[in-house]
């Protein structure tokens, strides 16, 4: 399991290579990589398209006979290496030639922009910025991002996070993007923000307030936020407000070095509104988790997974 976590956070050419020296090593380390994919889709993660590989003969989907050889052969070792660099870490590659600016698990970094704003990056996050004569665009593709953007009303400044748009000509506010929703906090200024594809209508947002855009409906929820606690992550704390269990464990998987899975899913969809220590990942999990009858178990350094006590 160490092993998949490892390969799945993309570490690298060299321990790519060591895991397929250690995978074709003897039967009981491949057998117990099968354990570990198979551990993994039952623990209910997203399977990776890699995931046939780790089927034992026998088992619906398999692979054809001719190329179950091949697979199971001597080449195995290098088979599966390459598959999960293309299946685990692929993601991860694309985003990498995609963003001008982007920042590792638990990493934080300022970027100043051609234009004299300033981008606080989160941890695990990255943007792409696209500055013509006419306009200033900045996606947020991945995590958490603050902006403070220098006023230029012949230049436009736009943020896209997920199909949302945010408009501004010199404010201050925060970016969070996620699975299922994109977060903007506002400290300073006025932005409008609006849906794509939806109507033309635009919805604007003054200081110490905060919508919630819904990606699958594209609703947005406004609610009040303390000065405080606008990209309160800046100083290693975690706001969050009626958000489910599920969604806090996807903030703080980008500030922990493992990962982190959920083996209860109506424990994943308990709703909780707090403040949570980013500085030590695992003392936060368990503040979460605990009081609605959650225990964080810790299979190894590469892993954690929360369920039921």
Excluded: C
């Excluded at 399977?47 to 088992?59: E, F, I, K």
């Excluded at 706001?239 to 982190?260: K, M, P, Q």
């Amino acid at each position: 399991m160490d092993w998949f976590l490892r390969l799945r956070a993309g570490g690298g050419g060299a321990e790519e290579r060591e895991f397929a020296l250690w995978l074709s090593r003897s039967a009981a380390h491949r057998e117990a990589w099968e354990k570990a994919g198979r551990t993994w889709e039952a623990m209910g993660e997203v399977p990776a398209a890699h995931q046939h590989l780790w089927r034992r003969r026998g088992q619906a989907p398999a692979p054809a006979a001719g190329r179950r050889r091949r697979i199971w052969g001597a080449g195995l070792g290098a088979a599966l290496a390459a598959s999960l660099v293309l299946g685990l870490a692929g993601p991860s590659v694309l985003l990498a030639f995609r963003a001008d600016h982007r920042t590792e698990t638990a990493e934080l970094r300022t970027v100043a922009l051609e234009d004299g704003s300033t981008v606080e990056l989160g941890a695990a996050s990255a943007i792409e910025t696209d500055f013509s004569a006419e306009e200033r665009r900045v996606t947020l593709l991945s995590g958490e991002a603050f902006f403070d953007v220098s006023r230029d009303p012949a230049r436009p400044f736009t943020v896209e996070a997920g199909g949302i748009r945010v408009a501004v000509i010199g404010t201050a506010f925060d970016v969070r993007l996620s699975e299922t929703q994109t977060t903007v906090q506002l400290a300073r200024g006025v932005v409008g923000i609006s849906v794509a594809g939806a109507s033309a209508v635009t919805t604007e947002l003054s200081p110490g307030e905060m919508a919630i855009v819904a990606h699958a409906d594209g609703s947005i929820t406004r609610r009040n936020i303390a000065p405080e606690d606008i990209a309160a992550w800046r100083d290693g704390r975690l706001f969050v407000d009626d958000v489910t269990i599920a969604e806090v464990v996807e903030e703080l998987r980008r500030y922990h070095g493992a990962w982190i899975g959920i083996a209860d899913s109506t424990l994943a969809g308990r709703r909780v509104t707090g403040l949570y220590d980013l500085t030590d990942p695992d003392r936060a999990l368990e503040a979460l988790v605990e009081p609605h009858g959650g225990k964080v178990h810790r299979v190894s350094a590469y892993l954690r997974v929360v369920a039921p006590f």
